[in-house]
């Protein structure tokens, strides 16, 4: 009888063992997802880029070093892995550029830089969804493998914490703030 109940109890810790891990194995799947996300939204981002930039060649030529400083900005940040400092110098020589619509009327009353300026507006809040469903998605994780019985267990079996500003620490503040690229009057 007794042999019994000792295995009855192995196996109900085991059952519990097999649970905790796969939840923590799905509550972390999620965390990358999260990254991936915003890894998507940046690289879309960086897609939308060339084709402002050419667009405001059309209409403002001679504003040769601003554009220069883009296209330099955007090379570098979408080359290799996320890096918030070239993530931050992206965002101020996308801000110069934009501001050019409004020394040239005639580039602000464009259909197509106003159809990018939506198109971009709109990529910035799938970027602060993604942001925001990432830190949702590290605060679930890192309150499971804290909480007991996980917390006993959670070490042993690999699961760390996740870093809730890990992709941007230059954007912390801005994540719910859209950046205003209307240039209608």
Known sequence: MELIILLAVIVVLLLVLVGIYNRLVGLRQNVKQGAADIDAQLRQRHDLIPNLVNTVKGYAGHEQETLEQVIAARNTAAKGSINSADEAQLRVALDRLLALGEAYPDLKASANFQELQRELADVEDKLAAS??????????YNTAIETFPAVLFAGAMGFEHADFHRLDDSEKGLVDQVPNVSFQD
């Open 131 to 140: 942001r925001r469903a990432l830190n949702a998605a590290v605060s679930r």
